[in-house]
């Protein structure tokens, strides 16, 4: 490598971007004479420290010697050696294995998973007991749970593989592609859950006599909707898996895929809204318009938070914008699920909802009371 007179040349990709797109010709010679860093090969190992820089950026690294702009020059004998680039973290800790991108999400799933297990040991129970009395909103209460333990399965499966990260830097695929299919099918539970119910008011409503309860099968049209929707969103969500293969269940947007899966999001929260407005506006009773407004809350929050995050995300930096979206998102549909749990379990709305599920909402049990109404 002396013999050769080798350099490591490093330029910022900004810098090296310009060089490569500059209308003027350099040559060779010129453009890694340009370089940010040159560090001399001349010891059998170095070490080379970069000043500190205000914000994390991609830097571009070229082995240079003497014959490397020279044309035709064929070398028999190379010369092999090992790089390793260290990215110290916020305390100056040069063995952290999270990228900028990645730092921090370690600590908020552990915070995520912690939030889940309090929350089941308080509410677990009662929520259980609820479920077994098997009343008006029980398969609304039982779809939304397996939603929601499939959310914080996710959430538990993904700290485990950043916990693995942080020790070796590898960390366990098995139980990243683990965490994403568990969002990929809670995504679809709560997809399915939404629109039938939405579905089941706007259609069930133009189609059904008031006297009889409307079911969440007894509905062909808003069945038929609700699976094409949940079948399309279920082929997106995987294209997308394959399209980036990175352990993440938000991703940057960069793809077809992702496009049309924001795009889908936009059109079902602007359908729902639009449907549940109609509802609303006609609606006399207070306390009814009151729960159907509490529901529409909760839908456009769970389906427009991902697009919105997903736009505010582009004004920061491309580092910063994966954390963004992943924390925001699961933070969201937290509070939706949230919202719906108290909508659904209010016992000030119980009997009310009670009544109201023998004419608008489909996901009822029907137990042979069908023209009977509770006051």
Known sequence: AVAKAARLHLFQAQEWQKLESSAQDHSCTEKFSKAQLTMTVNHTEQNLTVSQIPYPETWYVFYVDKFTCEENYSESED?????????????????????????????????????????????AQSLWQTIRKRGPMHGVLKVLTIALLLQAGSAFANYLHFSSYSRDGIGAPFMGSLAEWCDIVSQIQMLYLLLSLCMGWTIGRMKKSHGRPLQWDSSPASTGIAVVVVVTQSFLLIWEQFEDTNHHSYHSHHGLASGLLIGLRVCLALSLAAGLYQIITVERSTLKREFYITFAKACILWFLCHPCLATIAVIFREYQREKIITMGVILCQCISMVILYRLFLSHSLYWEVSSLSSVTLPLTVSSGHKNRHHF
């Open 79 to 123: 010369i092999q050696f090992e790089m390793v680039l260290l990215n110290p973290d916020a305390e100056g800790n040069p063995l952290d294995h999270f990228s900028a991108g990645e730092s921090g999400l370690h600590e908020f799933f552990f915070l995520l998973v912690l939030a889940y297990f309090i929350t089941a040991c308080i509410y």
